[in-house]
Structures are given as C-alpha cells and as structure tokens.
C-alpha cells in the first residue's frame, strides 16, 4: 500500500484546488501499471519479490521459435541417424527454425514401414543384458580363458560332466580331457573366493561358474586323476616295460660279454703301440675313444682308419671275437631311454596304484575301480621291482666303464656302444669289398743317370728340325 501522506490537506487547499483532477485509483498488485517496490535499506537483506497474482509462471519459450508441446515419436524401432546435433543454435540460422511444426505436417506412416528396423528383437535383447549385473570374475583372466576352452572341448553341461566323473565313465571321458581337468583344479585361493560368493552363483563368470560346479563332486580331485590314470594306464605300460627290459639287457651284456671285452684289449693295444713314443702306457680308455678310431686315418690311403684295421686284425687273427657284438643286446634299444622319464612314469604308476586302492576303498559299489585294481596291481609290483633292478645293474656298468651313473642318462651312455657297433660292421664291409676288388697295379718311374740314358739310348738317333732364329740343327752343333 501507498504510505500515508506526511500532513494531512487542509480544507482551503482543497478548496483551492478543486478543478485539479481527482488522481486514478491504486492499481492491483501484479498488474503491469505497478510501481516497482522501493530502494531497500543499505544493508538490509533483499527478499524476493512476491510471485504474480494466478500461480506459478509459465516456462519460457523454447531456443528457435519451438514450441514446449510434446514432441512425435516413432511408433516403432528405428535406425539411428548418426548426425552431429547442435545444442546452441544462437545466432545460427537454426534460431528461428521451427522443427516441431514440421513433424505435424508430415506423415511418417510410410516411412516407418520403410525404415523399421529388423533389429528390434536383439535391441530389446541388449537393452535387457545392460540392464544386468556385470558377471563376477575370480580367476586369473589367461587361466579362466583357457578354462572356457578346455570345457568347450569336452563339450558337456555340468550335470552330464558331474554323473560322468562319479560314475567313472571312460567311454564319455577320454582320458586326454580329464588330463586337461587336472591342470584347472580350484586352488585354496580359488576355493575361497567362490565360497564367499556363493550367495549369488548365477553372477559367477563360465570359468568360475564351472569351478563351483565341480567343487559339489566330492573327492572331485581324486576322481579326475582316477580318471586320467585308468585312461593312460595301458599305455604307460606298454611303453615302460621294453624300456626297462632294454636297459637291464643292455647292461647286462656289457659286463658278461667276453667277446667284446677281448675287443676292448685289442683297442687298448693299438693304442698304446700308436702313442709308445709319445704318451705313457695307458691301462683303459674312456667312451669318447671309440669315435678317434674312425678319426685317424692312414697317411697314404685316407680311406682306411684305424677301426679299419683293427676290424682286419679280428677277422684275421681273433676269428672267434668276429661277430661279438651278437652278444651284445638291447643296445639300440636302450640308446632312446631316459631314465628321468622312465623313472617318472613308473613312479607315477605306483602313485596311482595307491590312490586306485583308496578309491576302492571309498567307492565299494564302483565296479570299473574295482576290475582295474584286480587286474593292474599286479603288473604294477612287477615293474616297480624291475625297475629298482634297473638302477643297480645301470650303476654298476656306468662304473665299470668310468662312467658317472648320476650324471649319464641311458640314451648317452649306451648310444656310445651302439654307434661303435655300427661304424664296426660299416669297416668289415668295406675291408671285404677292398680285398674283392682287384689290385690296382703302381707303375714305378725310375731316374736315370746321364750315363746310364747315353748307353742305353746310344743308338737312337734323333733328328730335331732347325732352329727358326739360329738356322742349326742338333746334328751341325754337335759336330762342331
């Protein structure tokens, strides 16, 4: 309200002004001849003005002349329009462009026929999978990857793979894939971290979904290797037991072969006759001499060797050592035997020969554990026992021959003995084939003295034509 004024108005003044007119009423607050409210106080707070008589005020109008309706959309899934969009449009030429307006005077009905996108299903689909929670991951991100790998090569869901394991079916289960499930069992680390997400399982990723799936197995381990060993079993075996067999024999014929060793003497004399003036007596010779035999060769016919020779000797004057090396067996054999390998193998046989009797004893009613245990126990003890021969007899012909057995496998050792064999039966050949030949016949040439060519060439006369320069002859210098 308009305050009071200061002095009330006398009655002679109104009296004197009584032409002027009366001044127009106040008008309402809010209308637009309102007067604008008063200065405030330096100092004071400024409240906000009173909001207009009618309510809240109307938004104001759009950028570009628009209209605040609500906008038309398609009734159906379209593709997108993959433009670059303007959000300020001041002083641009889109300022005063009215879209809205536009889209009411189109019909879109053909248009959305055309331009329906045939995605609309996996739109829908993707809209839902982003609208899950992310999948919780565990393991390591190479292990868990080759995981998913192995278990899409197996190629079973978790119940058939879960029955299979229980059951011992080895016609589902090749022994190659449970070899392979052997190298993703849950470690304790793993083990941990799917117990405390076990609340939520359908979160878990494949990998760790298929690990807590196989941790339900009980004794999921021992059933896998179960698996794997009875797989693998023949296999093992048969390729252990010649292995074994070989070297046994191998050595063996070694240090009972009087053949052979009566070839060690003749060795050991050609080679002290060869180095009597430059070597002392030697009383043996290591492995490594067997190949300087076919390394010295003699000086006037580089195609003989010292092995050469000696395979000459034998068959001349030892007729009875000539084929010593049919008492020598296994010799081939043995050179392809490692006995950190095969010593593996068989130590892996008799582990899980243990862990096939504890299955049985955990599993009566198992009658696949059952049948393997009754008849692969005693094949088994066989070759363990043979086995343990093996390291002592192999021993003893390492020492033998000044050879560490610790630090020699099989296939180096008894390689030596094989290629000298060989290389032995290659120079008798060759000495048969060089005596068969026939004799190339030397011709001799003689120098003779200038005596003995003028008496026996005195009665050749040799005319020579005369020389081109000189204009003689042989004849004319010789008679003057």
Same mark, same amino acid.
């Given at each position: 309200?308009?305050?009071?004024?200061?002095?009330?108005?006398?009655? !002679?003044?109104?009296?004197?002004?009584?032409?002027?007119?009366? &001044? %127009? *009423?106040? /008008?309402?607050? @809010?209308? =637009?001849?309102? $007067?604008? !409210?008063?200065?405030?106080?330096?100092?004071?707070?400024?409240? &906000? %003005? *009173?909001? /207009?008589?009618? @309510?809240? =005020?109307?938004? $104001?109008?759009?950028?570009?002349?628009?209209?605040?309706?609500?906008?038309?959309? %398609?009734?159906? /899934?379209?593709?997108?329009?993959?433009?670059? $969009?303007?959000?300020?449009?001041?002083?641009?030429?889109?300022?005063?462009?009215?879209?809205?307006?536009?889209?009411?005077?189109?019909?879109?009905?053909?248009?959305?026929?055309?331009?329906?996108?045939?995605?609309?299903?996996?739109?829908?689909?993707?809209?839902?999978?982003?609208?899950?929670?992310?999948?919780?991951?565990?393991?390591?991100?190479?292990?868990?990857?080759?995981?998913?790998?192995?278990?899409?090569?197996?190629?079973?869901?978790?119940?058939?793979?879960?029955?299979?394991?229980?059951?011992?079916?080895?016609?589902?289960?090749?022994?190659?894939?449970?070899?392979?499930?052997?190298?993703?069992?849950?470690?304790?680390?793993?083990?941990?971290?799917?117990?405390?997400?076990?609340?939520?399982?359908?979160?878990?990723?494949?990998?760790?979904?298929?690990?807590?799936?196989?941790?339900?197995?009980?004794?999921?381990?021992?059933?896998?290797?179960?698996?794997?060993?009875?797989?693998?079993?023949?296999?093992?075996?048969?390729?252990?037991?010649?292995?074994?067999?070989?070297?046994?024999?191998?050595?063996?014929?070694?240090?009972?072969?009087?053949?052979?060793?009566?070839?060690?003497?003749?060795?050991?004399?050609?080679?002290?006759?060869?180095?009597?003036?430059?070597?002392?007596?030697?009383?043996?010779?290591?492995?490594?001499?067997?190949?300087?035999?076919?390394?010295?060769?003699?000086?006037?016919?580089?195609?003989?060797?010292?092995?050469?020779?000696?395979?000459?000797?034998?068959?001349?004057?030892?007729?009875?050592?000539?084929?010593?090396?049919?008492?020598?067996?296994?010799?081939?054999?043995?050179?392809?035997?490692?006995?950190?390998?095969?010593?593996?193998?068989?130590?892996?046989?008799?582990?899980?020969?243990?862990?096939?009797?504890?299955?049985?004893?955990?599993?009566?009613?198992?009658?696949?554990?059952?049948?393997?245990?009754?008849?692969?126990?005693?094949?088994?003890?066989?070759?363990?026992?043979?086995?343990?021969?093996?390291?002592?007899?192999?021993?003893?012909?390492?020492?033998?021959?000044?050879?560490?057995?610790?630090?020699?496998?099989?296939?180096?050792?008894?390689?030596?003995?094989?290629?000298?064999?060989?290389?032995?039966?290659?120079?008798?050949?060759?000495?048969?084939?060089?005596?068969?030949?026939?004799?190339?016949?030397?011709?001799?040439?003689?120098?003779?003295?200038?005596?003995?060519?003028?008496?026996?060439?005195?009665?050749?006369?040799?005319?020579?034509?005369?020389?081109?320069?000189?204009?003689?002859?042989?004849?004319?210098?010789?008679?003057?």
């Amino acid at each position: 309200p308009v305050p009071p004024p200061s002095a009330p108005v006398t009655e !002679p003044e109104l009296t004197t002004n009584a032409n002027i007119p009366a &001044p %127009p *009423p106040m /008008p309402e607050a @809010g209308s =637009p001849m309102a $007067p604008p !409210p008063p200065p405030p106080l330096p100092g004071k707070f400024i409240p &906000p %003005p *009173p909001p /207009p008589m009618g @309510g809240i =005020p109307s938004p $104001p109008p759009t950028m570009g002349g628009g209209s605040s309706t609500t906008r038309i959309a %398609p009734s159906v /899934p379209l593709p997108m329009l993959n433009w670059l $969009p303007l959000r300020k449009v001041t002083n641009t030429i889109f300022e005063d462009i009215d879209d809205e307006r536009v889209m009411t005077e189109i019909n879109f009905t053909d248009f959305d026929v055309v331009f329906k996108s045939k995605q609309a299903k996996e739109l829908n689909l993707k809209l839902v999978v982003s609208k899950k929670k992310e999948k919780v991951s565990l393991i390591d991100r190479n292990r868990a990857r080759n995981l998913v790998i192995t278990c899409r090569r197996i190629g079973m869901d978790y119940d058939f793979l879960k029955n299979t394991i229980i059951t011992t079916d080895l016609t589902e289960l090749a022994p190659e894939h449970a070899e392979l499930l052997l190298n993703y069992i849950p470690t304790d680390e793993e083990k941990t971290a799917l117990d405390k997400h076990s609340h939520h399982k359908e979160r878990l990723d494949d990998a760790e979904r298929f690990m807590w799936e196989m941790l339900k197995v009980d004794r999921y381990e021992n059933r896998v290797r179960m698996l794997a060993y009875i797989g693998y079993f023949d296999e093992i075996l048969l390729s252990a037991k010649p292995q074994v067999e070989a070297v046994i024999a191998a050595s063996e014929s070694l240090m009972n072969s009087a053949q052979f060793k009566k070839v060690l003497e003749i060795i050991l004399a050609f080679g002290n006759y060869m180095n009597a003036h430059k070597r002392g007596v030697a009383y043996g010779f290591k492995l490594e001499s067997f190949e300087r035999l076919l390394d010295t060769r003699a000086p006037s016919d580089r195609r003989i060797t010292v092995l050469h020779w000696i395979a000459k000797v034998i068959s001349e004057q030892y007729p009875q050592c000539e084929s010593f090396f049919e008492t020598l067996y296994g010799l081939h054999e043995a050179s392809r035997v490692s006995l950190v390998t095969l010593e593996t193998d068989v130590e892996g046989l008799r582990k899980g020969m243990i862990g096939t009797m504890y299955e049985r004893e955990k599993q009566p009613t198992n009658y696949v554990i059952y049948d393997f245990h009754q008849s692969a126990e005693k094949k088994v003890t066989k070759l363990v026992e043979r086995f343990g021969e093996l390291k002592k007899i192999y021993s003893k012909v390492c020492i033998m021959f000044n050879e560490n057995p610790a630090r020699t496998e099989p296939f180096e050792f008894f390689s030596v003995f094989d290629k000298f064999v060989s290389s032995y039966k290659k120079c008798v050949l060759e000495n048969i084939k060089r005596d068969e030949s026939p004799q190339e016949t030397k011709k001799l040439v003689k120098v003779l003295t200038k005596d003995e060519f003028a008496q026996k060439f005195s009665d050749l006369k040799v005319e020579l034509p005369p020389h081109p320069l000189l204009g003689t002859t042989s004849k004319s210098v010789g008679s003057k």
